[in-house]
């Protein structure tokens, strides 16, 4: 199963319009989002654009969890954790945080086959012994290209899709 992986929008729109064609072409059938919103309307505009199950963390940018709160009820595929998911997909324990540095922890603590965190805004993947902790950048595009990543629950692999004009 192909599952997109997104983080740190920051309200921009045209970005996670970007991200959502890629997300559509590829063929992903399960979304993660991994916190910084910001404003309640780039999670309406996220479940507006992808049908599939989407699972989100809060990052230390979203300012209204109240009303992020109330747009997720809107939509039956959106689920919102705060501030750490633990999921079973495709037969794998997977974490979502924001922080890195939790993020880290989890992944050391070896109870994961996959973590994923956002907030520093870049592209990584780590092993930590059998353990899968990746970030997939920034859709805000602040410390560079946007981008945004594509976990593989068949082989526990991670790539990165990276913004390139014309895309």
């Known amino acids: 199963m192909k599952v997109a992986v997104l983080s740190d929008s920051h309200d921009r729109l045209d970005h996670i319009a970007w991200a959502l064609k890629w997300v559509a072409k590829i063929g992903a059938e399960r979304l993660f989002f991994l916190g910084d919103f910001c404003a309640p309307f780039s999670l309406d505009a996220l ?15 979203d300012g209204d969890p109240f009303l992020l709160s109330k747009i997720a009820d809107k939509y039956p595929q959106v689920t919102l954790h705060s501030p750490l998911a633990e ?3 495709d037969g794998r324990k997977v974490a979502l945080h924001h922080y890195p540095e ?30 899968l902790w990746a970030n997939p950048g920034e859709l805000m595009g602040r410390l560079g ?18 913004w390139q004009m014309n895309s």
Do not use: M
């Open 145 to 162: 290209s946007p981008s945004f990543g594509v976990w593989e629950t068949k082989d526990n692999s991670f790539s990165h899709i990276e």
């Open 47 to 61: 479940a507006e654009g992808y049908s599939g199950p989407i699972d989100a963390v809060f990052g230390n940018n």
């Open 102 to 131: 939790i993020g880290r922890r989890l992944a050391q603590s070896r109870a994961y086959d996959a973590v994923f965190t956002g907030h520093d805004h870049l592209k990584y993947i780590h092993r930590v012994e059998d353990t």
């Open 87 to 89: 999921l079973k997909v």
